[in-house]
């Protein structure tokens, strides 16, 4: 899954605008061999604030309409705002990715099981730990990730199949960088196994994040190295699809984890 982030302020420094920007990056992100473009039009870093629901619509629909004519894999919008999610899929979008798995818009679950959508469910802490100016002021208290973020799965699951969405389209993402401490975003690649428990497939997410920086002592730019070994070891756990920054080298990551852990195949 190729990032495509339509907004100024992204963490990782790639956000672009212009519907010609981001249709170039995300026909690049296609020859470099992404299987699904996730397009977002609102920063998820720490202390930004949320943009309105109309700016956010003005970011991504025009893209997603130029880019549903002319790529030929699922596009995803990125968003946990159903009146954004609803015009991204009547733009053409395929597939919802909801960074708060129903936890502020349930109608997302609704709108995926009428359009019959794949929905990517996340287990986000970030309402239990305290920001001040974007800087994370204390680590999420939980001692145990796993039994934190496995429940917090579970319920977004429910709520899904409780609203209509079939048990086919439902994606779990543990939640990378959002309300977690460094060490607890290493025990959950290290733990990912641990999730497929419930049956679904598992997105993850460790593209750039700080955890890598923090361990690497690298900067937002530096860590393609250590985004490539978290990507690895995700797919040694059981993750089935990863959201990437990097397509170009991150494929050639996966195909290759694939080749050893499931087997190569011509």
């Not at 970011?59 to 309409?65: D, K, L, T």
Request: glycine share 8%; hydrophobic share 45%; charged share 25%.
């Amino acid at each position: 899954m190729g990032i495509v982030n339509v907004s100024p302020d992204s963490f990782s420094g790639d956000g672009i605008t212009g519907v010609e920007t981001v249709v170039a990056q995300a026909q690049r992100f296609v020859n470099e061999g992404a299987d699904i473009l996730d397009i977002g039009g609102e920063s998820t870093r720490p202390g930004v604030p949320p943009i309105s629901i109309d700016e956010e619509i003005e970011r991504v629909i025009p893209a997603i309409e130029r880019l549903a004519s002319l790529v030929s894999i699922p596009i995803s919008i990125d968003t946990y705002k159903s009146e954004v999610a609803h015009q991204a899929l009547n733009a053409g979008a395929a597939m919802i990715n909801d960074q708060w798995g129903l936890k502020r818009d349930p109608r997302l679950a609704e709108l995926a099981a009428k359009q019959n959508v794949p929905i990517v469910l996340m287990s986000n802490q970030r309402d239990k730990v305290r920001y001040d100016t974007g800087i994370r002021r204390d680590v999420a208290s939980y001692s145990d990730v796993i039994a934190e973020v496995s429940p917090s799965l579970h319920h977004s699951i429910r709520l899904a199949l409780r609203l209509g969405v079939l048990e086919e389209n439902i994606i779990v993402d543990p939640g990378i960088g959002f309300g977690k401490s460094w060490q607890q975003e290493l025990e959950i690649i290290r733990r990912l196994n641990e999730l497929k428990e419930a049956g679904n497939p598992i997105l993850v997410g460790p593209s750039r994040k700080s955890f890598i920086g923090l361990v690497l002592d690298l900067p937002v730019s530096e860590r393609i190295e250590g985004t490539a070994a978290a990507i690895a070891i995700s797919i040694a756990k059981g993750a089935d699809i990863v959201r990437v920054h990097d397509v170009w080298a991150m494929a050639k990551v996966c195909r290759m984890s694939d080749a050893i852990i499931r087997g190569f195949k011509l």
